[in-house]
């Protein structure tokens, strides 16, 4: 929205700003998905969204700063994720079908966002606290209405009393963080994607309930 949009020194940008902004991130974007994060240079995103390094500068510090700014994009859409839980039942065939569904949305999320979330894993992997933030804000968008569900399971005495709902869930969402990030990797194990979703979902159904889905 217009008003919202700064430049580095502090002036609203127009419309026409806002536009060449977005289209100097959409480039960065494309370019992370083919480049290592440190091999991409400003002249570069710059010549491929047909703009100078000069205009690029207007709007971001660096590309570190550009990157920065594609992911909180990124993790405001990931708290959308939380949308996969919340008024959903674990009960009979409709414990399956949310975790089916979850681990859908889940996987579908990180390959649509493969690029960035390689680089915010690798930001916070190496201690840099803004990239661990974000990564930390897409999985608490999950692990939060997950230990919720767990802990109504458990208050219903459907769950054992002794599990630590948010143990559990946090157990649950980093698993389904190490594999999406891992998804081309199962292909070399001999593990086709139709193969790897239900399989999944089968462990979060576990998980979470303690019992086999009814199917």
């Not at 991130?25 to 994060?37: H, K, N, Q, V």
């Not at 859908?104 to 933030?133: P, Q």
Request: with cysteine; charged share 25%; glycine share 10%.
């Amino acid at each position: 929205m217009t008003g919202q949009v700064r430049t580095v020194d502090g002036r609203v940008a127009g419309r026409r700003g806002q536009a060449t902004r977005q289209k100097l991130l959409d480039c960065l974007s494309e370019m992370l998905s083919s480049s290592p994060y440190r091999d991409v240079k400003v002249i570069d995103v710059a010549r491929k969204a047909g703009t100078s390094p000069a205009t690029f500068y207007q709007y971001f510090p660096d590309v570190e700063g550009a990157v920065l700014e594609i992911a909180d994009q990124m993790a405001a859409e990931g708290a959308g994720l939380t949308q996969l839980l919340e008024g959903r039942s674990w009960a009979g065939k409709s414990g399956w079908q949310t975790s089916q569904e979850l681990v859908d949305g889940f996987l579908d999320f990180w390959k649509k966002h493969d690029a960035i979330l390689r680089v915010v894993d690798l930001g916070a992997a190496e201690g840099d606290k803004r990239f661990y933030k974000i990564r930390m804000k897409i999985l608490n968008s999950v692990n939060s209405s997950l230990a919720d569900s767990i802990a109504e399971l458990q208050s219903k005495g459907r769950v054992d009393k002794d599990v630590n709902p948010s143990a559990v869930a946090g157990s649950l969402v980093t698993m389904l963080a190490a594999v999406a990030s891992h998804q081309k990797g199962f292909s070399a194990w001999g593990v086709k994607q139709a193969e790897l979703k239900p399989n999944l979902a089968l462990l979060v159904h576990l998980g979470v309930t303690g019992r086999k889905p009814s199917r």
